[in-house]
């Protein structure tokens, strides 16, 4: 019998390994009825931004009429055409109506959510590009009325 090239097996490779990586689940973040990008400090601590110092350059996809994602570039410098972190509540936003309304985004009347992935742009600086999810309809207020009842007709008679 001729020897043959023979893979031994050993015992680890027998037992089922049930370890688990539990994968943390992605940045998010969503724009607001005014049009701004609510960034929470949660988002800014998972991706590891100083939100004092941290600038943008913001784009979208060239040739595109309606937005489906919006890129920010981080920079330090105060170069023209960047935006900056404004703190508001328990996070930051930056105020981008005008060109959210160019980019077909009715954000007045529906919500929008965005999901927060890294890429790399160029000379090794990170870029995060903002996935706009699909908008949900605002709900109609259900909640009590407020101030003065209104009048009917048979109390005024």
Known sequence: MKIKAIRFFS????SEKTEKVAEQPKPTGYISGTGKLVLPLKTLEQLGLDPETTKFKIGSQEGKRKL???YLIPTSSDEGGVFEL???GRGYVIPLAIILKKGGIDFADNKYTF????FDYEDGVN???LDL???IVKPAYTGKPRGRKP????ENA
């Open 133 to 135: 999810s699909d908008s």
């Open 115 to 118: 999901t927060i992935s890294t």
């Open 11 to 14: 015992p680890e490779e027998n």
């Open 68 to 70: 489906k994602s919006l």
């Open 151 to 154: 009048k009917t007709a048979v």
């Open 127 to 129: 870029g995060y590009e």
């Open 86 to 88: 404004i703190r508001s």
